[in-house]
């Protein structure tokens, strides 16, 4: 596995399955982060590994997110990889660049590509 303690597939799959739904949810930031913070109480997990793992063509988790979007697994990992979800430093950021993530995915499915500035922002072009 990708963890640095070698937490199991399923525990990250699940995990992301949840704050997944958490980040793209109608609530605030502040109602997001608290409820995503219980999701990382699970036995050994931390966002370290959620970071580590979310870039893994082979999680399953990014498979499927490829397949709800209608998306390559290549074109999913470049959405992952422009919205930055692998650089956050906290659970916020974490939670925001997961629904970045998404919407990044809504942009390439529909035929732009991105580019990320120096500043960190998304430029899109057809």
Do not use: C
């Amino acid at each position: 596995m990708m963890g640095r303690d070698m937490v199991d597939e399923s525990v990250i799959t699940a995990a992301l399955v949840e704050l997944d739904g958490i980040a793209n949810a109608p609530m605030t930031a502040e109602q997001r982060l608290t409820r995503a913070k219980p999701v990382l109480a699970a036995p050994g997990l931390t966002l370290g590994d959620l970071t580590d793992a979310i870039v893994s063509p082979a999680l399953p988790w990014n498979a499927g997110k490829a397949a709800e979007h209608s998306l390559t697994q290549e074109q999913w990992q470049e959405a992952i990889t422009l919205s930055g979800v692998a650089g956050s430093a906290d659970l916020g950021a974490f939670m925001d660049l997961l629904h970045r993530a998404e919407s990044a995915a809504n942009m390439l499915r529909a035929g732009y590509a991105g580019k990320r500035s120096a500043s960190g922002e998304i430029a899109w072009s057809r």
